[in-house]
């Protein structure tokens, strides 16, 4: 790891900049190599990956893995996969579900890690912040809408909805998702991922 890079995270690892407003206090979990072809942008950690500081360490990241078809082993191997949620802390809890990230952390700390990931050919944006950040042609549209799109993956970014149980109901109405973006999704996987093809 370049010694900038090693500096950079060490940096984020010891931010505290929301340390005021975060219920649990500051935990940045970010996962983050300049040699990742693939990138991972989430919104913010839950409670399960506050504790254990590792991301997507839970049903949401079980359901992740099983959609891009890899196991824990290259998902957690930060060469070839960068995960940059949001927000890099856990928000805490709101009346229907985790807060949103703070708005603090991306304009702190975005800009200079995707300034170094320049190896990156995959993306896969989770969520409307992340869409929004990421994908602004895309904002205000629908997340239905927008996912659906026969230019969804084209380019090498994927707009997808939150792998998280909340979202079953919505997987359950939109059977296409499985059907027609998950193969999509799976062979872009293979081939950046794990070298296939």
């Not at 983050?32 to 919104?43: C, D, K, N, P, Y």
């Not at 399960?48 to 082993?73: N, Y």
């Not at 800009?111 to 990156?120: E, P, Q, T, Y």
Request: with cysteine; aromatic share 8%; proline share 9%.
């Amino acid at each position: 790891m370049p010694s900038t890079e090693h500096a950079l995270l060490a940096e984020i690892r010891r931010c505290a900049i929301c340390a005021d407003v975060l219920p649990f206090g500051p935990r940045p979990v970010v996962q983050f190599s300049s040699e990742a072809r693939t990138l991972i942008v989430g919104q913010a950690p839950g409670r399960k990956v506050h504790e254990s500081g590792v991301p997507f360490d839970d049903a949401s990241g079980d359901r992740l893995r099983e959609w891009m078809g890899i196991d824990r082993d290259a998902f957690y191997d930060a060469r070839r996969v960068a995960i940059l949620p949001m927000g890099f802390c856990y928000p805490g809890t709101g009346k229907s579900g985790d807060l949103p990230p703070r708005p603090e952390c991306a304009p702190a700390w975005r800009h200079k890690l995707l300034a170094m990931a320049d190896s990156i050919e995959l993306t896969l944006v989770i969520g409307s912040y992340a869409r929004d950040w990421h994908l602004r042609e895309l904002k205000g549209k629908t997340l239905t809408g927008a996912v659906r799109t026969e230019e969804n993956g084209t380019g090498g970014t994927f707009l997808l909805p939150h792998p998280s149980p909340r979202n079953n109901i919505w997987l359950s109405k939109n059977p296409w998702f499985e059907a027609e973006i998950l193969p999509r999704l799976r062979r872009a996987v293979a081939r950046v991922v794990s070298g296939e093809g």
